[in-house]
T-cell receptor, first 111, second 112 residues
Framework: QKEVEQDPGPLSVPEGAIVSLNCTYS??????FMWYRQYSRKGPELLMY????GNKEDGRFTAQVDKSSKYISLFIRDSQPSDSATYLC???????????FGKGTLLTVNP | SQTIHQWPATLVQPVGSPLSLECTVE??????LYWYRQAAGRGLQLLFY??????ISSEVPQNLSASRPQDRQFILSSKKLLLSDSGFYLC???????????FGSGTRLTVV
């Protein structure tokens, strides 16, 4: 079993839709959770960062963490064509000081 | 403010040729530095990381090597490139891993 599982998609939605992106993990030591957005041919950029279970909101983006289920989500409200990118989850914890990434989900928002 | 520079943006190299990719960080001291490779459908693969000058840890045995000659400089090298070395190479840094990494803009390497 891989430490982090992420559905690669691709996911295609119409503009204005609510998007849900998800990752599951197996390592109970993970404590810090991040979402990165990567546009084509660019480096990933940090989008959201969370620590505790629950929700964290930033504009149209909401990051959700459920440590009991080892499940994290990123919700995008009122999705825009500019949100079209690959979204990667990442996490870290315990004695390992390296981020573990999911493989990324390719999202396309159609105008 | 902190910035990370990575160059070149694209590179086409013949098989068997040497490689040198450079990454520099500005505006911070003693960062942790990382080299990743991203291949289509395979996600981000950690190649090397460094927690200080001259300290390099290798994650994957391969045709590549890394060096950190200065605090904010990280270099990825190869003596002889293979076709399988093609990919998108990303440098990243952090001073506190629990707050995530900051990535450079990447180098797209094509070995022909």
């Amino acid at each position: 079993q891989k430490e982090v599982e992420q559905d690669p998609g691709p996911l295609s939605v119409p503009e204005g839709a609510i998007v849900s992106l998800n990752c599951t993990y197996s390592n109970s030591a993970f404590q810090y959770f991040m979402w990165y957005r990567q546009y084509s041919r660019k480096g990933p950029e940090l989008l959201m960062y969370t620590y505790s279970s629950g929700n964290k909101e930033d504009g149209r983006f909401t990051a959700q963490v459920d440590k009991s289920s080892k499940y994290i989500s990123l919700f995008i409200r009122d999705s825009q064509p500019s949100d079209s990118a690959t979204y990667l989850c990442a996490m870290i914890g315990g004695s390992n000081y390296k981020l573990t990434f999911g493989k990324g989900t390719l999202l396309t928002v159609n105008p | 403010s902190q910035t990370i520079h990575q160059w070149p943006a694209t590179l086409v190299q013949p098989v068997g040729s040497p490689l040198s990719l450079e990454c520099t960080v500005e505006g911070t001291s003693n960062p942790n530095l990382y080299w990743y490779r991203q291949a289509a459908g395979r996600g981000l693969q950690l190649l090397f990381y460094s927690v200080g000058i001259g300290q390099i840890s290798s994650e994957v045995p391969q045709n590549l090597s890394a060096s950190r000659p200065q605090d904010r400089q990280f270099i990825l090298s190869s003596k002889k490139l293979l076709l399988s070395d093609s990919g998108f190479y990303l440098c990243a840094w952090t001073t506190g891993v629990y707050y995530g990494y900051t990535f450079g803009s990447g180098t797209r390497l094509t070995v022909v």
